[in-house]
């Protein structure tokens, strides 16, 4: 059991029978009453956000989570299949459980989460940014590079990200897995 007022973000509790990981919190001391604690809690296997606001002092069943690196081997129909990277054992993990799989690739090192009291995983999250190649897109033209204008491109996943004019066809570039912008040209 904890406290309202030790949720931070990341934090697993299980509430209503459902196991919620906090992603967003905040302490509010409203000029009359008590100090309360506002929290943005995402549903782990729904990925359903809620608003939830308890008062400090309430008391939460706490959920024992691990983080463990895991790397993604291939696709088997809607699962993903993934390796321990410390037990080399195979597990096989849901679409809808995977942070940012739109931009995973073979061999990419993925964190996944496991409760650790059954064993269960609970989701995977790809790190917040990716180097992936772009596979096609528009030729940039000279002297495009002080405008905000963005184009299409198809990047080495099957995904469309809007990038620079000045990026080229078979550029490498980093991109942000948890929206999918573009952040920057990566020189080989």
């Keep these: 059991m904890i406290n309202s007022q030790e949720i931070k973000i990341g934090t697993c509790i299980r509430l209503d029978n459902q196991i919620y990981t906090c992603i967003d919190f905040q302490h509010v001391k409203p000029g009359k009453g008590n100090t309360v604690m506002r929290t943005k809690l995402k549903n782990v296997t729904t990925g359903r956000v809620l608003d939830r606001t308890f008062q400090i002092g309430f008391k939460l069943e706490d959920v024992r989570i691990e983080r463990r690196p895991y790397q993604y081997l291939y696709q088997d129909g809607e699962d993903y299949i993934f390796m321990n990277q410390e037990t080399f054992e195979q597990a096989p993990i849901a679409k809808e459980a995977i942070t940012g799989v739109a931009f995973m690739k073979e061999s990419d090192i993925v964190e996944v989460v496991t409760d650790t009291t059954d064993g269960t995983v609970l989701f995977a999250e790809m790190p917040v940014k990716t180097v992936?190649?772009?596979?096609?897109?528009?030729?940039?033209?000279?002297?495009?590079?002080?405008?905000?204008?963005?184009?299409?491109?198809?990047?080495?996943?099957?995904?469309?990200?809007?990038?620079?004019?000045?990026?080229?066809?078979?550029?490498?570039?980093?991109?942000?897995?948890?929206?999918g912008s573009y952040l920057q040209r990566i020189k080989e």
């Design 132 to 179: 992936l190649r772009i596979t096609h897109s528009e030729p940039g033209i000279k002297g495009d590079t002080a405008t905000n204008a963005t184009k299409p491109a198809t990047l080495e996943t099957g995904v469309e990200v809007r990038v620079p004019l000045f990026i080229n066809e078979g550029e490498l570039i980093q991109v942000d897995t948890r929206d």
